[in-house]
């Protein structure tokens, strides 16, 4: 009886032990996974350049995390450009002109530990968000046989396409704003909310009915909300934080 109850001891010891080294094994092969993710990437902050469709640009990140980084940064994007258009029979000389310039903060979220892929949210402010042209005819203009007007006497249209100031955006991209080292190139594809646009008119001399044509522009430019965003960014990590 001694020795049945001896046996069934020693079973018992090896039985808690064997227990304690699964236990053990356990703990090392789900927690050092974690570890070494922990130590693969330090926050910190980085300074990028960018160029796009939002023009050209800077940007200051702070890391909080793996998975987190925020960013604010500024934007710049101007274009002139004179077309011609054929407008009932009549050449108009068209100049359009955008300065554009915006401040960013954005949000990005790395939802995958081993992967630069991020999904970003955030708004930008712009400090000039018109767009605008004048036409002018280039030449002299017949009513019948006998009266000829000269383009300065035609006049002129003015046109000024206002958005809101304030436009908030979402996308995805790839590439840390912070690098895990010294530099990274990202990729970046969203688009920003500008809302309905605003119109003002305004002509002179012969052309100054035209100016009644305001909402019938507003009207045509109503689905011109949304504006995408492409982009190339050279990130570059200055100061490394625990």
């Excluded at 940064?73 to 009549?90: C, E, P, V």
């Excluded at 190139?185 to 605003?198: H, N």
């Excluded at 119109?199 to 909300?225: H, I, W």
Aim: charged content about 20%; overall charge negative; hydrophobic content about 40%.
């Amino acid at each position: 009886m001694r020795i049945i109850l001896l046996f069934a001891f020693c079973l018992s010891f090896f039985h808690l032990k064997a227990q304690d080294n699964d236990s053990n094994t356990a703990d090392k092969y789900f927690e050092a996974p974690e570890e070494s993710l922990n130590s693969d990437y330090i926050p910190g902050w980085g300074v990028g350049i960018k160029a796009g469709t939002l023009g050209l640009g800077l940007e200051v990140a702070k890391s909080f995390s793996q998975k987190l980084d925020v960013r604010a940064g500024a934007s710049f994007f101007t274009l002139s450009q004179d077309i011609t258009m054929d407008i009932s029979g009549q050449n108009m000389d068209i100049h359009t002109e955008v300065d554009l310039l915006a401040a960013e903060l954005m949000a990005d979220w790395y939802p995958f530990n081993k992967s630069s892929f991020k999904l970003t949210v955030g708004s930008a402010y712009n400090f000039n968000s018109t767009l605008s042209g004048v036409g002018v005819i280039t030449e002299p203009y017949e009513i019948g046989e006998y009266i000829v007007l000269q383009p300065e006497d035609v006049g002129e249209v003015g046109v000024d396409i206002i958005y809101n100031s304030v436009a908030p955006y979402a996308g995805f991209g790839f590439g840390r704003a912070v690098p895990k080292k010294k530099l990274s190139v990202g990729f970046q594809a969203g688009v920003y909310y500008f809302g309905k646009p605003s119109v003002e008119m305004n002509a002179t001399e012969l052309l100054a009915p035209s100016a009644e044509n305001k909402v019938v522009l507003e009207q045509n430019l109503d689905g011109y909300r949304w504006y995408p965003q492409l982009s190339l960014k050279i990130s570059y990590r200055i100061i490394s934080s625990i």
